[in-house]
């Protein structure tokens, strides 16, 4: 049980913090079904959720991964950042797209890893890039050709992309065999070519076709099953045109409205797999039309300003469009009883109707996403979902966070509809509740934010800066009854001070920063390059930054040359120490600090897929999947293979693991140092001996929370992405007995909580007051919870009471204690005994700082 105890709070809003708005959003695509086995693509059981990528408006592209497991088909977290790429600085994300690597190798109802993926993106620029998911930086760029790329979009087998470009002309290139090569340029027009779809692609082979070479290798025949038919455009003169992928010609032009006389912008289209457009124009309108005629069946003035963005659901049966005007409309297809049974009118059994519009963002949404994905595939083949696990739609927008929603038709509730989200019982997009992810301050959903105590200077890293304040001592404190009490909540009460504010020329957003104790140290690196600055302190109380200006020369001899880069990912200060994770080649090295820092000595573990650790070997995981490590003895000899698989198994083991080190920490003593990487890999390392101590078992989420015990220094303290937590004697080499019970045994109340931890800090002790071995306080977004974690299984209880909406929601249980009237909070930690430090950064102050969002007043309206 935690004892009752009160705390003096900070509760700090100067920070001006300001997150990137979302511009893109991608889910990677599905396998084409091969035509060798049935006609229909089945999925006999539930998908697992696909990555999701989230591209800013600072350039910044966020990897997210599901935080569910296997068996479970719900997640409460959702998605959360599993790694950052940094884009340059300064640039944007307009649009991103997933392809396929090897899309013959996975099977129809496979959901790719990260691995299997390529990602491609365009900022508005001539370049159309394609970034290394492994190491988070640009691969290779290949110039447009035709001015400005406005819309990219691959092919349904994924061996083709398309751009549209400013000079009005299709540009397709070819994405097989990993290369990225120009093949052919489509009919050119006199107008910007906006939004790009493909057609349904045709199956080669048909029932009616002998099958003559079944006999015949089938590496050959995968890669021919389907052939593209045809695109179509939005272009900026108020039409859409289909073109031939054969001949690269127009076949027909389809004219959209206009507004006295203006052209109309097509901003989105999409094809389903019966042959039928769709667009979203910038009066607002959603058109359905027929492909084969050109003709426009239907009309929905759906939207008061842009259509930007559309998806469609994995069935084929629902369009999702929004854009300026902040609404998310659903289009249903509903059939149609019809007396008339001719061929023409076939067609016509299905009719669509505006279903849904909910508003789910405060400003402009700029991108929506789906998952499972859609592929338009003919009616014979198209894909069948289970019907009992809700898709879920994903919006993004000006105001920052994706957001995401249950999906289901209402026509799909006749069976029980799991909600993978867990926000309700209810699954479809009408009457479900949405859930808003919250944004990170920092890369790798870590905090951006960094204290010093003894100097009470707090930092905050921004896209090419970075700026200091001093947190002033509370005179004469008042407490409250129960819990946190905060107090001198602004700048108004003199709880706070600017210091000082670095401006830095960078080559890419900044992505890793840190301050010493004392405030003496200021480190600050983007992807290529880290910055050490020593910190001297005036006569008046001002700072001065002075740079060491060898610190990258120093660490380049303990660097690889190729690629050549000194940034860092992750670092951290201990006693007269810089602790720094290299940024592409995942080094941990150990520096000390002085006139002249010099590197005392280098780690490579996080690069090394077996680890010795005296009579053991450590072997890490071959592939990209959560694993638990398995250990073996050094001397004997490893189970016999065949000789082919075992060499190719060695070639591929003395390859280094390309890993990305994530979150770092120090023990209070200074003896002892933790790293955890995206690959969900943890490291101890002994500073005093400054030697390779132990290697954690890998666990099935990251770790997002990572801190020493300050009252008892041996023990790591780790927060999982799902919300479990994890304790680890790293002198013992062990997890603790004492532990083991809460552990085994969390409350529904704390593991289920939408918002992910993000932290965990842990009371100063003094000698009038030691702090508590296990009583740590973790934090997310909108909530802080104080945990003993030594009490064993704990009982949860309803609260005696509960608190004024002014306070905001307390739950009184026999260990844990929530609180959830801090939000958002960017960072929490102690900064002296009894003394914590909350920031927080109000949604309502960064909307302020947005262009007014789009109203259009109603006649008559009050």
């Not at 600072?58 to 950042?81: F, H, K, R």
């Not at 390059?529 to 200006?549: A, D, H, Q």
């Amino acid at each position: 049980m935690v004892e009752a105890k009160t705390l003096s709070v900070h509760r700090c809003r100067f920070v001006d913090f300001t997150p990137a708005g979302v511009t893109a959003l991608a889910f990677p695509p599905l396998p084409l079904p091969s035509l060798k086995g049935k006609r229909s693509a089945v999925v006999r059981h539930a998908m697992k959720f696909g990555v999701l990528a989230v591209g800013r408006a600072n350039g910044n592209i966020e990897i997210c991964e599901w935080t569910g497991s296997d068996n479970d088909l719900e997640a409460p977290q959702a998605w959360v950042v599993k790694k950052t790429i940094p884009g340059p600085y300064p640039s944007k994300v307009d649009s991103l797209v997933f392809t396929l690597r090897n899309p013959d190798q996975l099977q129809p109802d496979q959901t790719p890893t990260l691995s299997d993926l390529r990602l491609f993106s365009a900022g508005g620029g001539m370049e159309l890039a394609e970034w290394d998911l492994e190491r988070a930086c640009i691969k290779r760029t290949i110039p447009s050709q035709g001015g400005s790329i406005w819309c990219i979009t691959p092919n349904p087998a994924s061996t083709m992309l398309a751009l549209g470009c400013e000079d009005g002309a299709i540009r397709l290139l070819s994405i097989e065999y990993n290369q990225l090569a120009h093949v052919r340029r489509l009919d050119r027009t006199k107008a910007r070519i906006l939004s790009i779809a493909w057609g349904p692609p045709i199956p080669k082979r048909t029932s009616s076709t002998p099958a003559e070479g079944e006999d015949e290798s089938s590496d050959d025949d995968d890669e021919d099953d389907w052939k593209d038919s045809w695109l179509v455009a939005g272009c900026s003169d108020s039409s859409v045109r289909r073109f031939d992928f054969a001949t690269g010609r127009v076949g027909e032009r389809m004219g959209t409205d206009k507004m006295r006389g203006e052209r109309t912008l097509v901003w989105a289209v999409g094809v389903l797999g019966d042959g039928t457009i769709v667009s979203g124009d910038s009066l607002g309108m959603v058109k359905f039309w027929d492909s084969r005629t050109g003709t426009q069946l239907q009309s929905f003035q759906a939207h008061g300003a842009d259509v930007l963005c559309m998806t469609i659901n994995p069935e084929g049966t629902a369009v999702y469009t929004s854009g300026v005007d902040q609404k998310v409309v659903e289009f249903t297809s509903i059939k149609i009883q019809s007396s008339e049974q001719s061929s023409i009118l076939s067609r016509s059994s299905n009719r669509w109707i505006q279903s849904v519009a909910r508003r789910l963002h405060s400003h402009d949404v700029r991108a929506l996403a789906i998952w499972p994905p859609y592929s338009p595939l003919p009616p014979s083949h198209r894909r069948q979902f289970p019907l009992d696990v809700a898709p879920i739609l994903a919006s993004g927008g000006l105001d920052m966070s994706v957001v995401v929603s249950p999906a289901a038709l209402p026509t799909s509730t006749i069976t029980k509809v799991v909600n993978p989200l867990s926000t309700s019982k209810v699954a479809n997009f009408e009457d479900s509740y949405h859930r808003r992810l919250a944004y990170s301050s920092g890369p790798y959903h870590a905090s951006a934010l960094h204290m010093a105590r003894e100097a009470r200077l707090l930092l905050c890293q921004r896209d090419a800066g970075a700026s200091i304040w001093r947190i002033l001592p509370k005179p004469n404190p008042t407490y409250g009854e129960n819990g946190l009490v905060e107090e001198h909540p602004g700048a108004a009460e003199g709880g706070w001070e600017a210091v000082l504010d670095l401006e830095l020329n960078v080559s890419t957003n900044i992505v890793a920063s840190a301050i010493s104790e004392d405030g003496e140290w200021v480190v600050v690196s983007d992807w290529y390059e880290s910055k050490l600055f020593r910190l001297e302190k005036l006569p008046n109380g001002s700072i001065k930054p002075k740079r060491i200006r060898d610190f990258a020369t120093t660490l380049q001899p303990h660097l690889p040359a190729t690629p050549a880069s000194t940034g860092a990912s992750c670092f951290v200060f201990g006693p007269n120490k810089l602790i720094m994770a290299s940024a592409v080649s995942a080094y941990i090295l150990v520096i000390e600090l002085g006139d002249k820092p010099r590197v005392l000595k280098r780690f490579e573990h996080h690069r090394m897929r077996n680890v010795v650790l005296g009579d053991r070997v450590v072997k890490g995981r071959q592939q990209s999947q959560a694993e638990d490590v398995e250990m073996e003895d050094a001397a004997e000899p490893s189970p016999t293979k065949e000789d082919s698989d075992s060499s190719d198994e060695e070639a591929d083991l003395s390859k280094p693991v390309i890993a990305t080190v994530t979150r770092m920490a120090v023990s209070p003593d200074g003896e002892w140092l933790a790293t955890s990487d995206d690959h969900r890999r943890t490291h101890v390392f002994n500073l005093d001996l400054i030697q390779y101590h132990c290697v954690l078992p890998s666990f099935p989420q990251a770790a997002h929370a990572l801190a020493f015990d300050r009252a008892a220094p041996s023990t790591l303290v780790l927060g999982l992405a799902n919300n479990t937590i994890q304790v680890y004697d790293v002198a013992a080499r062990t997890f603790p007995a004492w532990a083991r019970g809460l552990i085994a045994a969390l409350p529904r109340r704390f593991t289920h909580l939408h918002d992910p931890i993000l932290g965990v800090a842990f009371d100063l002790p003094t000698a009038e007051h030691p702090a508590r071995r296990g009583s740590a306080l973790f934090w997310g977004a909108t909530w802080l919870c104080r945990v003993q974690l030594d009490a064993g299984k704990p009982s949860v209880r309803p609260p005696a009471s509960l608190k004024s909406a002014e306070e905001g929601t307390s739950l009184q249980q026999d260990n844990f204690k929530l609180v959830t009237h801090y939000r958002p909070v960017l960072f929490a930690d102690f900064i002296a005994p009894g003394e914590l430090v909350i920031v927080e950064r109000p949604l309502v102050d960064v909307l302020a700082k947005l262009p007014p969002a789009f109203f259009k007043p109603k006649y008559g309206a009050t």
